[in-house]
């Protein structure tokens, strides 16, 4: 669906050739040093006033001069020129696509990673632009008997051509590459998301990880009801012994990378969330199906850099279950023993994610991780605090959140933190336990992240992500992003273990 050119871009046998304009009336440079004749006419255009850039708007031009190369341009707002984020160029990108199906457009050419954009270079330009065409036209569409019975009209493919200067073209090429397979990974996080909690049961996720290991060097370990009871994880047990769907602790191990760091990943993976006994009000509980986006992150990740052949060290944990109310499910007021050996007083059941967490975070430890990172669609409160434009990101390791922070804001995946000072530890504390699940309704995302910390050696830089508002949007307004899971996580780790594990 994305592919490179770089031959000359005026005979491009291409159904129509996209070029970037910026807010205030001005043609990206390139189109300059290209075509002339082609560059005056869009400024002309441009002074009457006939398009003005801002992101998301279009106007299509023909070019009846046209006998080879393409027949129209296509004029892509992009927006103020100093505004531009990896973002805009991602949003460009599953735009130029949906501007083409609706065009009957099949092959669609594109200048616009031939420049700069306020400092981001054409490179990074063609990663943005690729990602966003590739993420913007994900399907889910496993359940609908005819496959194109979707609300947006049927869809045709649409090849995105994308110019590079040629000496530049290999190295790109490469890159486009290796981001073929990251987005593999964000697409199998986003389908098990979409997945509903009867079809992806905590075993269905212990299956898919299996799978991976046919095509991957990546070995998978399953514990079962019994495993879990023999290695005292009563956090898990307790979460799903409301479900016929028994619990399962996945251990997924990539090791590829000699002596290179370890690091240990760990994924929140309730497959339905209904709050077992303190159960959930109605109003969107279908959503909960949801709740597994870290696990299926963590298994995204591990898919993509074994992909990539990546040589590094990664462990991954996926603790799975359902949160389901039953005459077999815990109850609110139960004090369970964690298999850290901490005793933890159950006030409320529908703060699972942290009881399952306690126990992947502690077992994760006996790996002798050089670091660990947890994702957890963890609070509401998180939503709350942040929506859906970032994740909550805690720890005590400030040189490690530091650098999440920054891959985050270069991948299009933001986090921005959230104090875990001592006073919010306060609010754990259980007349009867070593602590309480919940600490009251302030500061609900910073709580969890607290909790969790608990389980965690504080020798291990250790960071949180709470990714309760941006594991999912059922909003449909952002142009890469069909309602449904978004995958999140998976690129901020690729890219991670790219910068920081290599
Ligand atoms: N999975 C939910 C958190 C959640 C809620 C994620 C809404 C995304 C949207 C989690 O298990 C949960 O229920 N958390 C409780 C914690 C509370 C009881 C301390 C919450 O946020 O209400
Ligand atoms: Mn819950
Ligand atoms: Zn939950």
Sequence with gaps: MVELFSDSVVQWPCDALAVGVYEHGKPQ?????????????????????????????????????????????????LGKEDAITPLTLEHTGARLIKTAQNHGITKLGCLIALDRHNGIPPGRCVQHLAQGAWNGSYRFDRFKSKKNDSDEGSRQGV???????????????????????????????????????????????????????????????????????????????????????PPR?????????????????VGKAITFDSGGISLKPGAKMEEMKFDMAGGAAVMGFIQAIA?????????????????LPSGHAQRPGDIIETASGQ?????????????????ALHHAQSFAPDMIIDLATLTGAC??????????????????????????????????????????????????????NVGGRDAGAITGGCFLSRFVDREIPWAHIDIAGTAWDMSGKKPSQPKGATGVGVRLLCRFAEKELC
């Design 343 to 359: 005793w933890v007083e159950v006030i409320n059941t529908d703060a699972e994610g942290r009881l399952v967490l306690a126990d």
């Design 159 to 245: 090849t995105l051509e994308l110019a590079v200067r040629k000496a530049k073209k290999d190295r790109i090429s490469r890159k486009l590459e290796r981001l073929r397979h990251i987005r593999d990974g964000q697409f199998l996080a986003r389908d098990l998301g979409n997945m509903p909690g009867n079809l992806l049961t905590p075993e269905m996720m212990a299956t898919r990880a299996r799978q991976l290991t046919e095509d991957f060097p990546i070995q998978v370990t399953v514990w079962n009801e019994k495993d879990l009871k023999k290695n005292r994880m009563n956090g898990i047990l307790a979460v799903g012994q409301g479900s016929v769907n």
């Design 29 to 77: 440079d390139a189109l300059e040093t290209i075509h002339r004749e082609w560059w005056t006419r869009v400024q002309r255009v441009l002074e009457e006033g006939w398009l003005r850039g801002k992101a998301g708007e279009f106007l299509m031009l023909p070019l009846a001069d046209a006998t080879s190369g393409p027949s129209r341009l296509l004029l892509m707002g």
């Design 249 to 265: 602790l996945i251990i997924m191990e990539y090791r590829q990378g000699g002596e290179r760091p370890l690091l240990a990943v």
């Design 383 to 436: 939503v709350v605090a942040l929506g859906s434009e970032a994740s909550g990101l805690m720890g005590y390791n400030k040189k490690l959140l530091r650098k999440l922070e920054r891959i985050g804001r270069r991948v299009g995946e933001k986090l921005w933190p959230l104090p875990l000072f001592p006073g919010y530890q306060d609010l754990l504390k259980s007349p009867v336990a070593d602590m309480k």
């Design 307 to 323: 992909a990539m052949n990546l040589k590094v060290n990664v462990i991954g944990l996926i603790p799975a279950a359902e949160n």
